[in-house]
């Protein structure tokens, strides 16, 4: 059959009579998803490398005897059959449902549902009966597809339903094995499962966490855990991330928080705030209750993924009982209940008397980009203050010293091109606790493309260095000793990318002349490290393609020393603005990026977070606005926010914090619970949880997305731009003209070159996001930087001297 000639790097397949124009590589059943034709599937996970277990994908040839597995066969062209010259290539042509493939998948289906109950589901009545109806099968109750917990989610159901099966010709074995419920998060029942090992793959392959595996031998195979330990056992390495629960395409594995809740009556698609990844999700509602979250398969940054704080947690701050749900104001010493009226008339008093240099404000890491907006504009402009910083800015430097090199201080990549990786260097904190979606990439990338991982820790023993190729522990702070050594071997092995540096780098003499004088053996004696093993991390990043380097940021650390030689590095060997290769630097909390791009943050070290401190302690500012809360910590159950914020900032600042903040005339703190910031506020507005908000966050690969309420606010509370919006009218300005989070984000674009293709509408319809610089409505974003050229004023990037 003739086909349409196909783009570069593009091929057509004839699906059921149907041409399909896909990628060069893709497989038959992502061909047919793409054009809307249906293939069952029971092993396949479009998060997992396909591997063909189940065979329910079967296709057949036009014209031949043969089936094919159409989730690992390429839509690639085959040759053409005799008598047709050797080597000619022809498009295929395949069936989905011929007599032969719809029997063959009915045989094997038969098998699989011998592992599962199966009399309801072969009865045509299945969608007629409830959980209370006399079953004229005489199904036992534990059984019944009606009373089981995943009732018409649960593929298996849909795929004999389209299948057409309406007998099974074996018998099911009850297991009659207890259901496992020692987990805190969800249940596993192996009486329900069909070993179709998805969530071993996705825990092993993906997450890494190697928790479960494949136990007994012939029709006793199942999942279960080293020596069958509980998951809630630390021993058994499960981290709780509910990837296994996602995958499960059956009732084996379920949430315990609203089990038997059934089907949602709406769902809202949303963004995680719980640290920079900026994962997408979709609630699952019932009327006003959550039911369940699930990872969105199509979301940009985590592509169906997402960690315990996503996935069981994004509740709990809704659901806190000591939330603040009207304001407060201090007289004395005790905090009393008052009308917004009334607070918002005690803080304009107070602001309008300390304003000028002699106001600040700070800001935390949870508010959105309409948020920080309004914060800077009330600071700047109603205030007249220049006093404004946001702790993951305090807590992280390193994002100044990337943008002294390429001119802006920013992750370069997308998050997904770090499992395309070859070679990755990680350093910095411990990436499966702060940012867990990442560690997955990085996973991948070890398992699915033989990447090299080199783990370089001192502080620290990270998870992710179980997957590592090199396992560098090094001597406590001598981090940029080894990276120096490392640029000392590139530059005397010649491993650079000279073609690039001529090109895109500039004061490469200086950093070359810089390097010449230091000794490998030195930098061993420091780190801790032999020169064979500094020496082999050189190589083995500066010679594989594509490569990344991944920088959680550590506070305890000299983070700005550390961003500045990795930078160095990556420019030296064209690791950066070249394709998939790329730098990424995790800041600290849910909206990092975004604050920073919006103007929450000091124009110069004058007016940064310790400078305002500073400032506190002498005299010379006297009132503060400090608004927000610290992200959530990495424990498995609601803590307060003190515990949270001393899990979020150093020692040191804590204690600064509680010994200068009482030096103030006046603190006003928009919060959501308790903290050792409201417990010396002289007044405390309360603001709406994640999950009551309307909004934007920009995540740590410049990916702005729509964050929308799920929850109606509780109480009196109001989110943060609104909060500022009725201050700044309060205090005679008319510049917060603003009705909603929407109008507020048009201002954003207005303002913020980078932003200026932006809107809510287009964020909606384009509901995976879209990645600054957004110059105008018709750019399609930005994934890559730097590709042509960096954002410097010359358009070189400018590499560092030590």
């Keep these: 059959m003739t086909t349409t000639e196909a783009p570069p790097n593009m091929i057509t397949i004839m699906i059921d009579n149907q041409e399909v124009t896909v990628p060069r590589g893709t497989t038959i059943l992502e061909a047919a998803k793409s054009a809307g034709i249906y293939i069952p599937t029971l092993c396949w996970d479009p998060k997992l490398k396909a591997y063909g277990a189940c065979r329910m994908c079967v296709v057949q040839p036009e014209g031949r005897r043969q089936f094919l597995a159409s989730c690992v066969t390429p839509a690639d062209p085959v040759p053409a059959p005799p008598p047709a010259e050797r080597g000619t290539m022809v498009s295929q042509s395949v069936r989905t449902n011929t007599p032969e493939v719809v029997d063959l998948r009915k045989g ?24 209370t109806d006399i079953c004229l099968r005489n199904v036992s109750v534990t059984d019944r597809c009606v009373v089981c917990p995943q009732n018409q989610r649960c593929e298996l159901q849909a795929v004999v339903e389209i299948t057409g099966v309406d007998e099974s010709i074996y018998d099911y074995g009850y297991r009659a094995l207890p259901i496992r419920d020692e987990d805190p998060f969800f249940d596993r029942d192996y009486n329900l499962c069909i070993a179709c090992v998805r969530c071993v793959r996705v825990c092993n392959e993906v997450v890494g966490a190697d928790a479960i595996s494949m136990v007994q031998r012939g029709d006793r195979v199942l999942p279960g855990t080293p020596f069958d330990l509980p998951l809630s056992d630390a021993a058994s390495g499960c981290i709780h991330c509910g990837a296994c629960v996602d995958a ?6 379920t949430e315990k928080d609203n089990k038997w809740a ?55 701050s809704t659901r806190r009982e000591d939330r603040f749900l009207v304001p407060l104001i201090r007289q004395n010493t005790s905090a009393n209940p008052s009308s917004w009226d009334v607070a918002l008339g005690f803080i304009s008093d107070a602001l309008t008397k300390n304003n000028g240099e002699k106001f600040a404000l700070i ?77 997955y990439q990085i996973h991948k990338a070890v398992n699915y493309v033989d990447a090299d991982l080199i783990s370089v820790t001192s502080t620290t023993y990270p998870e992710i260095s179980r997957a590592a190729t090199q396992n560098l522990q090094l001597n406590n702070g001598t981090e940029l000793a080894f990276l120096r050594g490392m640029l000392k071997v590139v530059f005397d092995e010649d491993l650079i990318d000279q073609e690039f540096i001529e090109k895109r780098v500039e004061n490469i003499q200086s950093l070359r002349e810089s390097v010449a004088s230091i000794k490998l053996d030195v930098v ?3 780190t801790g490290i032999s020169v064979d093993l500094i020496q082999k991390a050189a190589r083995s990043y500066a010679s594989s393609t594509p490569s990344s380097i991944v920088y959680a940021v550590d ?30 630097i995790f800041l600290p909390q849910g909206n990092s990026q975004g604050i920073q791009d919006i103007g929450a943050a000091p124009r110069d070290t004058e007016n940064d977070f310790e400078a305002i401190l500073d400032g506190i302690e002498s005299g010379n500012i006297t009132s503060l606005l400090w608004v927000g809360d610290l992200s959530t910590s990495t424990s498995f159950t609601p803590t307060s926010l003190e515990d949270r914020v001393e ?26 619970a308790p903290s050792i910031i409201s417990e010396l506020a002289d007044v405390v507005l309360p603001t709406t949880s994640f999950m009551e908000r309307d909004g934007t966050y920009t995540n740590s690969e410049r990916r702005v997305q729509r964050i929308r309420a799920s929850l109606q606010p509780a109480g009196e509370t109001k989110p943060v731009w609104e909060i500022v919006k009725e201050i700044a009218t309060n205090m005679g300005s008319a510049e917060f003209d603003y009705s909603s989070a929407s109008s507020v984000f048009d201002d954003i674009a207005n303002n913020v070159e980078t932003y200026k293709g932006l809107s809510f509408e287009r964020l909606d319809s384009e509901f995976t996001g879209v990645q600054w610089p957004v110059p105008d409505t018709d750019h399609p974003g930005t994934p890559t930087l730097h590709n042509d050229k960096f954002s410097t004023a010359s358009g070189l990037a400018r590499v560092t001297s030590i």
């Excluded at 038969?110 to 589901?121: F, T, Y």
């Excluded at 315990?308 to 947690?313: L, P, S, T």
């Design 108 to 131: 094997v289906l038969g098998l699989l549902m011998s592992e599962h109950p199966h009399g309801c589901l072969t009865c045509d009545r299945i969608t007629h009966c409830g959980p």
């Design 248 to 253: 499960c395409p059956v009732g084996a594995l």
């Design 262 to 316: 059934g089907l949602p009556s709406h769902t809202v698609t949303t963004v995680c705030d719980q640290c920079e990844i900026g994962c997408q999700l979709t609630v699952e509602m019932q009327g006003e209750k959550v039911l369940r979250v699930v990872p969105d398969l199509d979301g940009g940054a985590n592509g169906g993924l997402a960690c315990v704080k996503g996935k069981f947690q994004l509740t709990d």
């Design 363 to 439: 800001t935390t890491g949870t508010s959105s980009n309409e948020d920080a907006y309004l914060l800077q504009k009330l600071a700047r402009q109603v205030q007249g203050s220049n006093n404004i910083d946001n702790v993951p800015r305090a807590l992280s430097p390193a994002i100044n010293e990337m943008a002294n090199a390429v001119g802006i201080g920013v992750s370069t990549n997308e998050i997904k091109d770090i499992s395309k990786s070859k070679s990755i260097l990680f350093m910095g904190a411990d990436l499966n606790s702060t940012h867990p979606v990442a560690a």
């Design 524 to 526: 061993s004696s420091e």
């Design 555 to 584: 506070p305890s650390s000299d983070s700005k020393g550390i961003a500045a030689m990795l930078t160095n590095l990556a420019l030296v060997t064209g690791g950066v603005g070249n394709g998939s290769s790329g730098v990424h």
């Design 647 to 672: 899990q979020e900032l150093p020692d040191a600042m804590i204690t600064r914090l509680k010994n200068t903040l009482p030096k103030l005339e006046f603190l006003a703190a928009v919060s959501l």
